[in-house]
């Protein structure tokens, strides 16, 4: 093999290692769609080109220097290179050309940190609430509040583990900033193309903010090795234009005093309608763990099906339910459901899988052992 012919084969190298590594798009960090990770992005794309180029640069030095200068060809090596002027101006122009990229990385990454860690005046202001294995979302200044759980899809569907019940919503052109904590173990709320990962940590509140300039729906993931569901974790986040999404908060707001009233009001609720509402909540809330057949995951996850506690202690019941237990992966479900959605859903676990106690619970029945 000739040398122009080693040459011309790392500079076909050097000409097509970005252009392959952007063609396969999901490969790379998606199109940034927010003001913050348009400068994350740029940021990334220069430390990947001058690593490719250095990486291509010393790999076909390296390459011909080994073919050249290979012992079987009888070559000597030159013992007095570092004698010449060419010897002696590599020792100082080298270094200050890696400096130099170095640097201006640098000046680049501190840039992009500050504006990172510089919050500007919020225009919408979210907590964000990890546990296993789901995202809460509370808007702090509207008044509103859901749970976004796994949407179950086919394995073979597009957003197969990547899908949810209920995104979250934001507007365009709107500085929204991110409370971030978890209520049981840590997780991490990411979403790559509209706003950098942060740690999801119990009992503290950290802090992200964005700018989304373009409309449309951006998925991320929990990037925090959160237990057996981890993977049941997705991120979907609808970015829709400054007055549909005032249109959005009315809705809500309608709907979640309808869900309130409704909740508390007086009504006994027949048998019939419990079941169905609970079996509604055991899916989205409760079949993760306990699995849809209410005989859990030996070792992991406690079977309902059949347990005393369940077919027995109806008080006892309502309060691991309503507070949790600790020690254990069971959640309180208390601040995330509300009197009606937990009496629902006691009621169907007590009445579901052959259980049949026969007994029903009212939403009057989970607000007096709330106080």
């Not at 020690?327 to 959605?341: C, K, V």
Request: hydrophobic share 40%; charged share 20%; proline share 4%.
């Amino acid at each position: 093999m000739t040398h122009n012919k080693i040459i011309k084969i790392f500079a076909a190298l050097l000409a097509m290692t970005p252009l392959s590594a952007l063609a396969e798009f999901k490969y790379n960090l998606p199109e940034p769609a927010a003001t913050i990770t348009s400068d994350i992005y740029d940021l990334h794309m220069l430390t990947t080109y001058v690593a490719i180029i250095i990486m291509v640069l010393v790999t076909a030095i390296i390459a011909y220097s080994l073919y050249t200068h290979r012992k079987s060809t009888g070559y000597q090596a030159d013992q007095k290179f570092h004698e010449g002027w060419f010897g002696r101006w590599s020792w100082i122009l080298v270094p200050v050309i890696v400096l130099g990229i170095d640097f201006s990385i640098a000046t680049d990454a501190i840039g992009t940190l500050n504006k990172v860690e510089t919050y500007p005046e919020a225009d919408v202001m979210v907590k964000v609430t990890g546990s296993q294995w789901k995202w809460t979302y509370e808007y702090m200044e509207e008044g509103i509040k859901f749970t976004s759980n796994l949407n179950k899809l086919p394995s073979d569907h597009e957003f197969y583990l990547r899908d949810v019940d209920k995104p979250l919503v934001l507007p365009t052109h709107k500085n929204i900033r991110f409370l971030h904590t978890a209520s049981d173990v840590l997780h991490a709320w990411w979403v790559p193309a509209i706003v950098y990962k942060k740690d999801s940590i119990p009992g503290y509140i950290n802090e992200t903010w964005t700018n989304i300039t373009k409309e449309g729906t951006y998925r991320g993931q929990c990037a925090e090795m959160c237990g057996t569901g981890h993977a049941f974790m997705p991120i979907v986040v609808n970015v829709v234009s400054a007055d549909e999404y005032d249109s959005w908060v009315v809705a809500q707001k309608e709907a979640t005093a309808a869900a309130e009233a409704e909740a508390s009001s007086d009504k006994t609720w027949s048998k019939d309608e419990l079941m169905s509402r609970g079996e509604a909540v055991y899916n989205t809330s409760c079949a993760a763990c306990h699995q849809a057949n209410g005989e859990g995951l030996a070792g992991v996850f406690p079977g309902l099906k059949g347990s005393k506690m369940v077919t027995e202690d109806q008080a006892g019941h309502i309060d691991i339910v309503l507070n949790g237990k600790a020690g254990t992966a069971m959640a309180a479900w208390g601040a995330q459901l509300n009197d009606l959605e937990l009496a629902a859903v006691v009621t169907y676990e007590r009445n579901a899988w052959g259980n049949d106690t026969g007994d029903t619970v009212q939403p009057k029945d989970i607000k007096q052992l709330r106080k």
